[in-house]
């Protein structure tokens, strides 16, 4: 018989030894320069952290030439991080720019990635994202080829520490939101914006109409009984997709109308302002492969805004926070269009939104 | 001993006595009317006091679901009310009472007083309510058959009295002393009540909407008629330009006032800074909170583009929690003959009178119906001034001409569905 | 024919002539002291405008004796503020004392309820209130009762400047919170707490059934078409009323359940913070006529607490804006209790009163 | 030219290409395909690069709604994906993924990720996600007959992998790399994302509940997996004792750290104080943000007394709109064998699969249900750490005992209704 439910591998397995060793003990850590983190235990061993950027679609051979290079400078390991970096870890400060050298002639990816919150300097992280047009069926844009578009143009901040503080950016090619765009500083979503066209032979063989009708949030669906389809009030639709999820009878893609919304003000972490949901302020950008020009002109527009004008340890909803959503619109010079008013009723925070008081800037 | 020992307990203590009221009432009305005076309800105050005393032993109201009673012509401006111990207690067996509509502000004169106080020593129980808490004046305690000369009697003063509003109607607007007293108005808060109530007399006294609507003036964003939480449409002066210093005031409070504990650090923006000498307010971040100017009424002043900020949908919490009013026009001019607000006013109460659900107050309904409809019922477009924050999930709805031609769209329509 | 839609008397005919000339031209104000304004204006005129607290339930005998006061000492003028308080405008400072004197002695209202933004130092006012048991079919409290005990216990507060800041209380006495209890630094607002009791016959007799059963929040009535009346869950019920209100054959007076809760940190002003609903800190305190002893006690103790703990100018909300809740409920002593967490889930404010962060004191 | 011009773009730039990593796949593939290596799909990377293409040119996705496929014994782990090109582009007509059970922190050998290679090699695309969203190792691109030998051969790999969650099911898992190297782990992340993987490799691999239900550790309030957002269970390091100082360290930071600025004045409580030689932490105002000890590593450490928050809840925003995890636990410690933890777990799937709605998450059923009732489930008393603020209307359940005894309850008694 098969051998099931055995889990993965413990990871005291894939532990580097001298990590194994200070496990718990460590005592502090200091940025070295960008990507390279030195960190000391309580033993008084050290080692060196060395992160790099991927593109997260990694081929077999790219693993394999990530572990030769493991083998010869990081004792057999290495790791990645909750945003797809590569770290290697190296015992002897003399290693380090070997490593980088030959990851960087070798693979390609670039050493970086890092931040200091120690002298307040941030370098910018890989884009956390999702499938896109590579693997998955609800998708509106693209995921992989928008973030190597955007990263190709913020490479700078990625491989040096330029920021004022953390700046987080994600991108998920649905409003499933699979890469946790809903609190990142700044976030690319998907969208559609025609209400699925149903195909009332697909919506007969495949799907259970009373489930699909039920998912609508917006109460937009109606059986069709007698035809034993769906109805769509159009009026109601706003796109989500939710519906071609519980049933492929319902397709929404429009190649000329889907395309991008941008979010930013999210923010998790507990560091001095309490966390928070992301807020759309740019609610359309067409899809334009290969590249995105529009959108990674508005990416760079509101990182560079943000970086020139935020303060030390000031992340994108502390910014705002001190100078307005007014302001913002302002200086980043986006359009605040009647899309960027909750109206979605389902959604409790929408009383939070609306502006309760006279105060506001002019 | 005491017919009513419970309640005269309220009778002890420093503060004003409502009971005092009651029983000086009852006590004046049954000596006048056994002097010959005529009053038609001598007994109720007194019967208003025993019902009491029963409320407070029995921890309940005694006073059952109203009926439906009003003057000739009018849907609105008397709640009926009768008590469930009518038998008992035949004085209180109606015990309606009357909304008069206050002046703006409620400044009277004497004379304007001693007519209403003729009128209800006349024909009610001769208690009143200074005031009510949407504004009225309210007459507390008469019988059905009283009502209508009640009225007729007001309007006959020397100084006549109409009636407030109730029920599924606009209701009496309110607003704060304004310019009459208080430097900080920045629009004519009376004037604009007292033109409102008067445009809006059919609608005030003849309910004819899905539920209640208030209008509050307040005269800057201090709001002393508390218009935020409890009007529909609460119109708060304001102002757009730079607050005005004056620098020799300033340095008179800086004698003896922690201008920078007391102020600086207070300012939520921190747009103002003290160097010890001058006071400098940077205008693009000051959000007009007033806060300064309240500290300094001296030295500081609202600025000289002045006009009023207008939120709507504020209300108690029934039935889908409270709200606080939205701001849906930042900033508005406030000009005799008024004409624009009356527009946004109209439009407004035409849209929320044709599509409200029973009992939904507007708030709630912009809150069904979106922000963006609203928007586009009083003409304006959106804002980032009216929220707080954009909408934090991308359900956003397009209209059709915002979208690209394209085949899927063709289709649609092909099917009917655009 | 009876003249009606006349309106009321204009604002113009009821001013004090030294307030109609200066219109629209006050230079400042300066509190004298508690309970007398001095108010210049542009011109150099100036008007002493003196504050009375009244129980707002007022004799038409009272109102005469108050007017014969006007006439004596304000040439014939006065007003009420929005929180029930008169005000008489006297143009020589010589008379204030005087008129002070008159009107505490004839008619025992007293001078204060005034506050002193520049100095810091409030006074505390009036308490905006309802009918209860004096006039209204819903009340699970009295209202003029309560307020008299509270103003008695809270009385040098009144009559003096000894607050650091603005604190407004008021009363509802239901859930309907006419007294706008909604937004107050401290509330008082009555509530049943057991189900109603259907009264088959009144419902048959005076009730629209389906719009009754409409009217409840949650859910919870039903109709019964064969019996022609309404069945109530009681699992969903909350005892808000709103059935009464539409139907009289909906009794939900319990006189050993009906009671208050008390509010707190609502704000209404723009000054410095944003305005704030008003929380919930105590479930419930029952009915204790004639003098509601726990429910003062409980007042008192908030608004002390706050009194000896806030800095100037600091409301209520803004202390435990800066204190926390925790501590909130700490130095007051109060037991938070589970009532106190938000499950009202047609108010989508719910969301917003959930702690969605780490961040807490211990 | 190139028979893909369009993705070819994407060869361009300094960022590394996922392109070339396909190229680079195909490229490999190809060659060792012909010469003799026993590889099952070595067209397939090349397919997807044209798939691709034509999604390009098109504007969307070429893939289809997935069919149910999966290994003997599981529901879960693999997402079945065809295109609609299967006939013009064989190769990626089945293009499913596995998700593979990464090892807590994503901590690896280089022997365990040799096999991982190894085995997709030979039986799918060669092409990878390192990680998926969730944290999973994805193989993305098999047909559906490889995905049992897949497995199988996963299984029998020196350091064995096995399948993570999809589905309505507990999914797969994770952890910062917490204590592994970072010293702000308040607990062990690692172990207890390992222990808590193994204690329910049945919910992870058979999907039973009403969604999916993610558990993600973070070892403090910076929460590096971003838990709160992304996890219906978050398990976040903190502590209840004082911040532990080192005065020396603090002096050495003094030399050139801007301390006022930088640290004193972000506190968010203000908790924090420095004279120019002093640092100074009143911990009861400390809410422990973690800032001060984000900026001084060397001086400043968590307290002594360790453990987590639990917050409950987070997700992304279908259906209700997106929530960030809710404080359901302020304070639990984090010791083997977890027991404490386990027991909250067992009790809150439990309640959520039996009353939780289709497609309805577990915070979503608290809102629902309410905050209260979940606690009475998890057996947690009220606390206000649990609240932002208390609730702001009056609408309170009470349960029967907390009643006076009266007439009214007797009478709702005898009438079955109590
Ligand atoms: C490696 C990683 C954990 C892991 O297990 O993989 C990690 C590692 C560290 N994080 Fe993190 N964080 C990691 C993802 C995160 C995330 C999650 C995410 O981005 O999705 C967050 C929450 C993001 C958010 O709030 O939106 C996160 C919020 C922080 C913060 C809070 C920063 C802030 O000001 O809000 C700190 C503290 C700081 O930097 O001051 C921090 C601090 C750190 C420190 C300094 C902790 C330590 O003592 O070692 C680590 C080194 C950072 C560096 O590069 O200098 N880490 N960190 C993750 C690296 C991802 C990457 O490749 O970029
Ligand atoms: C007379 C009255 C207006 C009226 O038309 O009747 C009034 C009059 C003044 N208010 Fe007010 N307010 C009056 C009700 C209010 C209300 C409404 C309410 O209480 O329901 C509010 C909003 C309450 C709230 O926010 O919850 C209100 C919030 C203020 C504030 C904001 C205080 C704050 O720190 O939040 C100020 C400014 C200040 O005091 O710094 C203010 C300031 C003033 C000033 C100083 C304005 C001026 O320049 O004259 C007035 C004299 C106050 C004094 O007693 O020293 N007034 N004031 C109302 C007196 C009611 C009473 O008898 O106590
Ligand atoms: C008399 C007065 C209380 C007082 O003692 O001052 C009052 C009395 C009643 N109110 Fe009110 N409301 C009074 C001002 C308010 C206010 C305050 C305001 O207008 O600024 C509010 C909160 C603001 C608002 O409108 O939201 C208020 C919110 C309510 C509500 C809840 C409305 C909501 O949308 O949440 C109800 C319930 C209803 O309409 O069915 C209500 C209903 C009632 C009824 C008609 C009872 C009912 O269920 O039908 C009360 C009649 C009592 C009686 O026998 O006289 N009353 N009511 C106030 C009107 C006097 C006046 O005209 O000056
Ligand atoms: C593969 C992955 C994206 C990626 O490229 O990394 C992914 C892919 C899909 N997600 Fe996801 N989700 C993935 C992580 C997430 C995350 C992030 C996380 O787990 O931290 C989220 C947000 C957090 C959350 O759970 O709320 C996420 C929120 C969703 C949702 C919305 C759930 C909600 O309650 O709002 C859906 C919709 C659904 O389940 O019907 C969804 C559905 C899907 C489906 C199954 C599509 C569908 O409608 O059935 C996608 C399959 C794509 C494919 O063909 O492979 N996925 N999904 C991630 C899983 C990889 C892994 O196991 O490591
Ligand atoms: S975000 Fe949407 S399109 Fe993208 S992988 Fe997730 S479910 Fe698929
Ligand atoms: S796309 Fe969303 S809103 Fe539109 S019909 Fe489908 S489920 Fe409803
Ligand atoms: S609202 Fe403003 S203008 Fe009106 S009385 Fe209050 S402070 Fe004066
Ligand atoms: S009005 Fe308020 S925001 Fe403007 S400067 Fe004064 S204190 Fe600051
Ligand atoms: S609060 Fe309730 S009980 Fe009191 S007057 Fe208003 S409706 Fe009547
Ligand atoms: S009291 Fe309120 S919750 Fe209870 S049945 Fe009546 S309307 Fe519904
Ligand atoms: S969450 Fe805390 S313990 Fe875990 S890696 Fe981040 S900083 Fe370190
Ligand atoms: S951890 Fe945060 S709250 Fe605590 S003292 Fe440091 S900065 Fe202040």
């Known amino acids: 018989m098969v051998k099931t439910d055995f889990g993965p591998p413990k990871y005291d397995l894939m532990l580097h030894p001298v990590i194994k060793k200070n496990y718990g003990k460590w005592k502090f850590h200091e940025v070295v320069k960008p990507g390279v983190i030195r960190r000391v235990a309580e033993s008084g061993d050290e080692i060196y952290v060395v992160r790099f950027g991927s593109p997260r679609l990694l081929s077999v051979y790219t693993i394999r030439e990530l572990c030769d290079i493991a083998d010869k400078y990081s004792d057999g390991y290495l790791r990645w991080t909750s945003r797809n970096n590569v770290e290697f870890f190296v015992t002897s400060k003399e290693k380090v720019d070997a490593l980088i050298k030959e990851v960087e002639e070798k693979i390609g990816f670039p050493c970086g990635g890092t931040w200091d919150a120690v002298t307040g300097k941030y370098g910018l992280s890989n884009i956390v994202h999702t499938q896109g047009w590579i693997h998955c069926h609800t998708p509106a844009i693209d995921a992989s080829g928008i973030v190597k578009a955007v990263m190709d143009e913020l490479y700078e901040y990625f491989i040096d520490h330029k920021l004022p503080a953390m700046c987080r950016i994600s991108l998920a090619c649905c409003a499933n939101m699979c890469g946790a765009v809903h609190a990142s500083d700044i976030a690319i979503v998907g969208i559609h914006r025609t209400p699925p066209l149903p195909d009332d032979d697909a919506i007969r063989r495949t799907c259970e109409i009373p489930s699909t009708v039920a998912a609508c949030p917006t109460g937009a669906l109606k059986p069709d009984m007698k035809a034993k389809t769906i109805k769509v009030d159009v009026e109601k639709c706003m796109y989500c997709g939710n519906c071609y999820t519980m049933c492929p009878g319902m397709p929404l893609f429009d190649p000329e109308n889907d395309g991008a919304a941008i979010m930013v003000g999210g923010k998790i972490s507990d560091a001095r302002r309490m966390p928070e949901l992301s807020k759309v302020v740019v609610p359309w950008v067409p899809n334009e492969p290969p590249r995105w020009p529009t959108l990674v002109k508005y990416i760079k527009q509101i990182l560079e805004t943000w970086a020139n004008n935020a303060r030390k340890h000031e992340r994108l909803i502390e910014w705002v926070d001190r100078i307005g959503w007014e302001r913002f619109f302002e200086l980043t010079g986006l359009e605040f269009t009647d899309h960027l008013i909750d109206d979605y009723r389902i959604t409790p925070y929408i009383y939070g939104e609306l502006r309760t008081s006279t105060q506001f800037r002019w | ?418």
Chains 1, 3 share one sequence.
Not at chain 2, 22 to 44: R, Y
Not at chain 2, 123 to 132: A, D
Not at chain 2, 210 to 227: E, H, L, Q, R, T
Not at chain 2, 252 to 281: H, Q
Request: hydrophobic fraction near 35%; aromatic fraction near 10%.
């Open chain 2, 1 to 418: 001993m005491s017919e009513t020992p419970l309640v005269d307990e309220l009778e002890k203590g420093p503060w004003p006595s409502f009971v005092k009221e009651i029983k000086k009432t009852a006590e004046n009305m049954e000596k006048l009317a056994s002097e010959g005076k005529d009053l038609k309800l001598p007994k109720t105050a007194r019967g208003l006091l025993k019902l009491l005393e029963i409320s407070y032993k029995d921890k309940k109201t005694h006073w059952k679901h109203g009926g439906i009673v009003s003057v000739v012509g009018y849907g609105g401006g008397v709640i009926g009310r009768y008590s469930d111990l009518g038998d008992k207690l035949p004085e209180v067996e109606h015990f309606h009472t009357m909304r008069i509509n206050m002046p703006a502000g409620w400044f009277y004169s004497t004379k304007a007083l001693r007519g209403l106080c003729d009128v209800w020593e006349k024909w009610g129980s001769g208690l009143t309510n200074m005031h009510g808490s949407t504004g009225d004046i309210i007459f507390l305690g008469t019988r059905s058959e009283y009502l209508q000369p009640s009225f007729e009697d007001l309007g006959k003063l020397e100084i006549p009295f109409d009636l407030g509003g109730s029920g599924s109607a606009l209701r009496t607007p309110s607003a704060c002393m304004g310019p009459a007293l208080c430097e900080f108005s920045c629009y004519d808060t009376l004037d604009l009540c007292y033109d409102l109530t008067m445009t809006y007399q059919n609608e005030l006294h003849r309910p004819m909407y899905p539920y209640k609507f208030k209008i509050k003036c307040s005269g800057c964003p201090n709001d002393c008629v508390a218009s935020k939480a409890r009007a529909d449409f609460a119109i708060i002066g304001t102002w757009k330009d730079e607050i005005q210093i004056d620098d020799e005031a300033v340095k008179e409070y800086a004698k003896w006032m922690d201008i920078e504990n007391e102020v600086v650090k207070l300012c939520p923006t921190k747009a103002i800074s003290w160097n010890g000498k001058e006071l400098k307010i940077d205008a693009k971040n000051c959000v007009r909170c007033m806060h300064c100017i309240n500290k300094m009424p001296k030295a500081l002043k609202p600025g000289k583009e002045r006009g009023a900020t207008i939120l709507v949908g504020g209300k108690a919490p029934v039935l889908e929690g409270a709200i606080i009013g939205w701001v849906t026009i930042p900033f508005i001019e406030i000009r005799k003959p008024y004409d624009e607000i009356k527009e946004i006013l109209n439009a407004t109460l035409e849209w929320w009178d044709e599509e409200g659900k029973f009992r939904e107050r507007v708030g709630e309904m912009i809150w069904r119906k979106g922000m963006r409809e609203y928007l586009k019922v009083i003409g304006k477009s959106a804002d980032v001034r009216i929220v707080k924050a954009p909408r934090n999930n991308p359900f956003m709805f397009f209209k059709k001409e915002e979208l690209r031609p394209s085949p899927f769209v063709e289709e649609l329509k092909k099917r009917g569905m655009f």
